[in-house]
């Protein structure tokens, strides 16, 4: 079935810099990969998706690229803020899998004023 | 809307006993899901429901089992919890089985079993 894997584990940053979060995939079918950010004591909530037919997706601060030969994905966060802090998740839908969705382990993101 | 609702938000038992969380959504979804999330492990997907009336495994089913009790409500049953439960549990709803659509979280609800 389906792996996802995620780095760094943990990811610490100054306020205004940039921070990238690298996952990979095993299904080379998976064609969906979401984005979610979890705050503390809160579910997680999509911040970016990308589908299997694009290679890079923008929105404000944030974009993801994804490289289907290499199975790999990638979330950019610029300009951080301190209320970025949170954890961040990566995942991977479709191929064998069907619709179940497959989530990386998470990344916990500080950014420090 | 309340968007998917959870209860309880904590709950603490004993090695044996039983529970049951609650999980609604008002949005209309189709498909329903419990995942369980603990610490360097991501959330692992536990029961899905695709549609009123059905429901299958994830990838760690063992010792729950749920219920699909209509198109807005699905529960997870733990009928003799162990310590191994320990664990946040969250349900999440989608708009359909289709491989690209967004999934919405409850706030979870926090098992500890002693």
């Known amino acids: 079935g389906e792996n996802v894997e995620q780095h760094p584990s943990t990811l610490s940053v100054q306020e205004g810099d940039s921070a990238v979060i690298k996952c990979t995939y095993s299904?080379?079918?998976?064609?969906?990969f979401p984005w979610y950010k979890q705050e503390l004591g809160k579910g997680p909530q999509l911040i970016i998706d990308?589908?299997?037919?694009?290679g890079e997706k923008k929105d404000q601060r944030i974009a993801v690229t994804l490289n289907k030969t290499a199975k790999h994905f990638s979330l950019h966060i610029t300009e951080t803020q301190p209320e970025d802090s949170a954890v961040y998740f990566c995942?991977?839908?479709?191929?064998?899998?069907?619709?179940?969705?497959?989530f990386g382990a998470g990344t916990r993101l500080f950014v420090k004023a | 809307n309340a968007g998917v609702t959870q209860t309880p938000k904590f709950q603490v038992l004993k090695t044996g006993q039983s529970m049951t969380l609650q999980c609604a959504q008002d949005?209309?979804?189709?498909?329903m899901y419990w995942y369980r999330q603990d610490p360097g492990m991501g959330l692992r997907l536990i029961y899905y429901?695709?549609?009123?009336?059905?429901?299958d495994k994830g990838e760690v089913p063992n010792g729950y089992n749920v219920s699909r009790l209509n198109k807005r409500e699905f529960s997870l049953r733990l009928e003799s919890a162990a310590p191994s439960q320990t664990s946040v549990y969250f349900c999440?709803?989608?708009?359909?089985?289709?491989?690209?659509?967004?999934?919405?979280f409850g706030p979870g609800t926090r098992l500890t079993v002693l």
């Open positions: 995942a991977a839908r479709g191929g064998t899998g069907g619709f179940k969705t497959i």
């Open positions: 299904d080379s079918a998976s064609n969906y």
């Open positions: 990308i589908r299997s037919n694009v």
């Open positions: 949005m209309n979804h189709n498909s």
């Open positions: 429901s695709a549609s009123e009336g059905t429901t």
């Open positions: 999440a709803s989608q708009t359909s089985r289709g491989q690209g659509n967004e999934q919405f």
